[in-house]
């Protein structure tokens, strides 16, 4: 599996757009990236998953360069709500089996009011 | 509510103890995997089973076993405890052949070791 960068930590303020970096320089042809974002002592929740350009939905913006050697994770006015911890995925997508994660440390965003 | 079920919430037992974690996937998942989470640290994957048969291994100890069920649910053995296997331990499921990424992840059980 491709080896992850993240930032270790980030803080924000309310109402702000908070965009975090994935650095995956080893990609693979058909990896994918995908988010996912955590609460202190819950398990992980998926945010997003991409394979190449810009992918949206109702939480986040995920966005790919042509390259696929970095990542864009953006939370469009985050509320204290976000204070999370935030883990950048890069696998491929299998259908048959060893659908293996490996969680890198995260980023953990801090949002204070 | 990530549809995952995982018994029991909280778990305090002695070293040397043997204990089992036991885990309900969404309805429909047929995949399971177990992930341990010591305190300050990341996820650690530690085995997937799909539809009754072990897929994938992670870093799980040789101490530590598990299977999956007819009915799809999963238990984690974890034997000869010791102090540094208190951690919380998630169970995630997800739907093999659907493609991609996307595992729910059950609330976790928080192991103890005293």
């Known amino acids: 599996l491709a080896k992850t960068t993240q930032p270790i930590s980030m803080d924000s303020y309310e109402g702000q757009e908070v965009n975090i970096t994935c650095s995956h320089n080893?990609?693979?042809?058909?990896?994918?990236i995908t988010w996912y974002q955590q609460f202190p002592s819950q398990g992980p929740r998926f945010i997003i998953q991409?394979?190449?350009t810009k992918v949206t939905n109702e939480v986040a913006s995920l966005f790919i360069p042509a390259d696929r050697k970095s990542s864009t994770l953006s939370l469009p006015r985050v509320s204290l709500s976000d204070t999370a911890v935030y883990y950048c995925?890069?696998?491929?997508?299998?259908?048959?089996?060893?659908?293996?994660?490996?969680f890198g440390g995260g980023t953990r965003l801090m949002v204070k009011p | 509510d990530s549809g995952v079920t995982q018994t029991p919430k909280h778990l305090i037992t002695a070293t040397g103890q043997r204990v089992t974690l036991r885990c309900s996937p969404r309805?429909?998942?047929?995949?399971v995997y177990w992930y341990q989470q010591s305190l300050d640290q990341g996820l650690q994957f530690l085995i997937q089973?799909?539809?009754?048969?072990?897929?994938a291994k992670g870093n799980i100890l040789e101490r530590f076993s598990a299977q999956q069920f007819p009915d799809l649910h999963s238990e984690l053995n974890l034997s000869s405890l010791e102090l540094g296997d208190s951690a919380l331990y998630f169970c995630?499921?997800?739907?093999?052949?659907?493609?991609?990424?996307?595992?729910?992840f059950g609330p976790g059980t928080r192991l103890t070791v005293l």
């Open positions: 995630a499921s997800s739907v093999v052949g659907a493609g991609g990424h996307e595992q729910f």
């Open positions: 080893n990609i693979a042809t058909n990896d994918y």
């Open positions: 991409g394979y190449k």
């Open positions: 995925l890069v696998g491929p997508r299998r259908g048959d089996a060893g659908n293996m994660l490996t």
């Open positions: 309805s429909g998942d047929l995949s």
């Open positions: 089973y799909y539809n009754g048969e072990e897929r």
